[in-house]
């Protein structure tokens, strides 16, 4: 039979197949009886160290299973992230893991097909069921070929109006597919809006939409683990489940790994629109999370930080602005090791640092590099004017820039081997951003550890025009900054001029500096 007339049980049996590729263990579920059943087995298996070898007795699960079931979607979904307190027969008290949100894939993975739930004169089948630790954590309805993806979401409204209950309100992701086209969105109390589907793609916005290669990817047990643990939100104020698009999900990935992994600064390029506020909380939720970071500051300009702004902050994490005038609570708040996460404006942070007033309060923050670099005024990054055009032109710009950074070669490669015999091996830091302050369009600037940064606003440069030879000209303002960046290295004496105080040796330094630096490029 072609693909083309692919039945929805042939579907599901090659979906199966798959998944068992994967290593989820197929099971053999008929009802919701079964599915409890399972839960008190994976349950068990899944906390045998904390139950200390001795399974739960009818009366703990009992009383477990009590504590856990008869909510909604958000309950459910807080509970899953907690550990459960559970009293034991003699009176000890025990701690039991639903979901291992640190190690995502230390979990128990299975996959079953077909399970009924018969409410009153309804019987209902549910297409393939992803269950972790013995939970129905993913739910995936499947359409034969031709049909809509709107009709399986239709279903599941269906669903989950008359017969998803008891564990299958853990439901935190659902997958619908016709084979061809697949999608991806959170569970929720209300009703599900279409618009909040999801193809899933890959770093480069090419789109997966193939079951199979949907599966491979989105499915894989450690990597839809990790969505669950890491790239959901729970929205405490409207009280709902959210789930990340992936160009929000690469988007953190990268920076995440910027900040863990290297010294190095970085960016997000977003459009209006494209969920700037939930990636950038996530971020920082992320890292303030991270054992061997002690806290995350989140910095806004004061004019940003607006009502929209403070509400959207709290519906994700509840208390985490820092939203008054008084710079003495924010130096409170830092010292408070309670407070892994403090969103607050760069003009209090610079009050914090830089008055005399907090100096004995902020004195042991000194060697760490945001207390060190931050300046009042030269940390005020404007918001860049936004259309499709400034867009195209500046990731035009980046890939330019890009290209010439990978294989940088001067144009008067003779003259700058003779004055900087070492040039290619003189590290240099390019950070591309967009909103540099006015008036700078390029910087060469070191941080607090020594090293040499380029930092090149893109959409000042866009603002001068797009030239016809985008690339020639890049290359010609990349050498520029270079040089700069090697006369430091080879001429200390004129860059300490340069930066110094005194009017007269700081011209000579500066007219060294600019030029060598236009002589050279």
């Known amino acids: 039979m072609s693909k083309e007339y692919e039945s929805e049980a042939m579907l599901e049996e090659k979906l199966i197949k798959h998944l068992e590729l994967l290593g989820y263990t197929r099971i053999n579920l008929k009802n919701l009886d079964n599915v409890k059943e399972n839960f008190r087995k994976q349950v068990n298996k899944h906390n045998i160290d904390e139950l200390n070898g001795k399974e739960l007795s009818d009366r703990e699960f009992d009383r477990l299973y009590t504590m856990i079931t008869g909510k909604g979607v958000y309950a459910s979904s807080k509970i899953l992230r907690e550990k459960q307190c559970l009293e034991r027969d003699n009176g000890e008290k025990i701690y039991i893991e639903l979901f291992n949100t640190r190690q995502w894939c230390k979990n128990i993975y299975q996959v079953s097909n077909q399970i009924t739930s018969i409410t009153g004169e309804r019987e209902t089948r549910y297409d393939v069921t992803l269950f972790i630790n013995g939970l129905p954590l993913i739910q995936i309805e499947l359409k034969a070929r031709g049909k809509t993806l709107k009709e399986a979401v239709n279903q599941i409204e269906r669903y989950r109006r008359t017969s998803y209950k008891e564990l299958y309100k853990f439901i935190q992701i659902y997958v619908v597919s016709n084979g061809v086209n697949t ?3 959170a569970n929720t109390d209300g009703e599900i809006n279409y618009g909040y589907t999801f193809f899933w793609t890959d770093e480069e916005n090419n789109r997966i939409s193939n079951l199979s290669e949907f599966s491979m990817y989105f499915l894989e047990k450690c990597f839809v683990s990790k969505m669950i643990a890491r790239y959901m939100v729970i929205n405490e104020t409207d009280k709902q489940l959210m789930v990340m698009r992936p160009y929000q999900v690469y988007a953190v990935e990268a920076l995440v790994k910027q900040a863990l992994e290297t010294n190095n600064n970085g960016y997000i390029w977003h459009t209006t629109g494209s969920g700037k506020t939930l990636t950038s909380f996530k971020a920082s939720q992320i890292l303030a999370n991270e054992p061997n970071i002690k806290q995350v500051f989140f910095l806004v300009d004061r004019k940003d930080l607006d009502t929209q702004t403070f509400d959207e902050f709290n519906k994700f994490e509840p208390d985490s602005v820092d939203f008054t005038n008084s710079t003495y609570k924010l130096v409170k708040n830092i010292q408070d090791s309670t407070k892994p996460l403090i969103i607050t404006t760069i003009q209090k942070m610079a009050n914090a640092i830089n008055s005399p007033r907090y100096s004995e309060l902020m004195e042991k923050y000194r060697d760490e590099w945001l207390f060190h670099a931050l300046e009042t005024g030269k940390n005020v990054f404007e918001y860049p004017a936004q259309s499709a055009q ?3 032109n500046v990731e035009m710009l980046w890939r330019a820039f890009e290209e010439a950074a990978r294989d940088f070669q001067p144009a008067n490669v003779a003259i700058w081997d003779a004055l900087f015999p070492n040039w290619p091996s003189i590290p240099v830091h390019i950070d591309l951003i967009v909103g540099f302050p006015k008036p700078y369009d390029a910087v060469t600037m070191k941080d607090a550890a020594g090293h040499t940064h380029i930092v090149l606003d893109l959409i000042r440069w866009c603002d001068y025009g797009m030239p016809k030879d985008a690339e ?6 990349l ?21 110094g105080k005194d009017y007269r040796p700081k011209l000579d330094g500066l007219t060294f500096h600019e030029g060598f630096a236009h002589l050279i490029a």
């Open 183 to 185: 999608k991806y969105f």
């Open 390 to 392: 400034m867009a195209k």
């Open 472 to 477: 020639g000209v890049v290359r010609n303002l």
């Open 479 to 499: 050498a520029h900054e270079m040089t700069h960046a090697f006369i430091a290295a080879r001429c200390p004496e004129a860059d300490a001029a340069a930066d």
